[in-house]
């Protein structure tokens, strides 16, 4: 019995993982599309799953980290491995939080040092893009 509820945990986990995994994936093609139809993007280019490469008007290449923070009662988040491993290649880190990563209720932009391995939501306030991605300037 004992093995049963040991493998029943690790398998939600990994559900769950997968999930998070699957739901910033979501969230950076959502932020891809949005970016692309900016005036000041000349390119935007999902890589590497959740990783978009911006070239700016202004003839500057932005790689961002996308991540996607679900909305729940918790005041923190723990990033996953792959995440960590992929904030020393970005230069910026967009963050999407809400219910729905294809509909996200909040986006957050800050420099990858301003982020660690546990995302604290009241920390993030002062990082909100207050306009569409649309319009927002890079």
Request: aromatic share 12%.
């Amino acid at each position: 019995m004992l093995h049963k509820i040991q493998l029943f945990f690790l398998f939600s986990f990994l559900f769950i993982s997968f999930l998070s995994a699957q739901d910033n994936e979501t969230f950076a093609g959502m932020a891809c599309k949005f970016i692309s139809h900016n005036r000041a993007v000349l390119h935007c280019e999902l890589q590497q799953k959740q990783t978009l490469v911006i070239q700016t008007s202004d003839g500057k290449e932005l790689k961002l980290l996308c991540l996607w923070l679900p909305q729940t009662r918790e005041e923190e988040c723990r990033l996953d491995d792959a995440a960590v491993s992929l904030r020393q290649k970005v230069d910026k880190v967009l963050i999407g939080y809400g219910q729905t990563a294809g509909n996200p209720l909040f986006c957050y932009y800050l420099p990858t040092k301003k982020i660690g391995t546990i995302v604290k939501i009241d920390k993030l306030k002062k990082y909100r893009i207050p306009l569409s991605l649309c319009d927002y300037r890079f």
